[in-house]
């Protein structure tokens, strides 16, 4: 087992203090605790009471962060046909085409963070599955990203849009924000976005749905958030 840094023990050691924190303490000890000297990312992760093995207790969902993500725009592609590749470059695309963009893909062109697609295109995106499923770049209805409205979409995923899906061990993983944001900006945006998993609760999910909660940032250890604190629907 490799040897633990000081500043991660010490972090962790302020971590410890409480089992758990009311979601805005907790944001304010991953503020304190960070100690890295780049700008972390700050994520959450939800572990819930579903079985992803059953299609029917899948959790997914998108959401708009109320403060965005922080960080670099994302570079989002529009594959499309006719007036809408006009507009898709007007609402900001970074990069528009048909055909031509599903063939530079299949060549191992992945140039992009972000895809949108008219549904007419997903004949041929379809074929881009085993490229862009795995790097969770394949467009879905579900996430907003099969749609004839690509304007609305692309401001969306440049605002801070958000997508999460249940992994198969059961936990919701996402990105909430910067470590530079001030405290009430990462409370906002890690409310927001686990007000939305509560939203995507199946209704065939039984029992208890959100099993527990934790906050960290790129380096610092998780701190445990108390459920009873957000266990309220937006």
Sequence with gaps: MGRVGKKYRKAREAVAAKPTYPLPEAVAVVARSAFAKFDETVEVAVRLGVDPKHADQMVRGTVVLPHGLGGKSKRVLVIASGEKLKEAQDAGADLVGGDDMVAKIQEGWLDFDAVVATPEMMKSVGRLGKVLGPRGLMPNPKTGTVTFEV???????????????????????????????????????????????????????????????????????????DEASVETHA
């Excluded at 849009?161 to 900006?185: L, M, N, S, W, Y």
């Excluded at 909660?213 to 610092?220: A, D, Q, R």
């Design 151 to 225: 304007g609305k979409a692309i401001k969306e995923i440049k605002a801070g849009k958000v997508e999460f899906r249940v992994d198969k061990t059961g936990i919701v993983h996402a990105p909430c924000g910067k470590i530079q944001f001030d405290e009430k900006r990462l409370y906002e945006n890690a409310r927001a976005l686990i007000d939305a998993v509560l939203r995507a609760k199946p209704a065939t999910s039984k029992g208890k749905y959100v099993r527990s909660i934790s906050i960290s940032s790129t380096m610092s250890p998780g701190i445990w958030v």
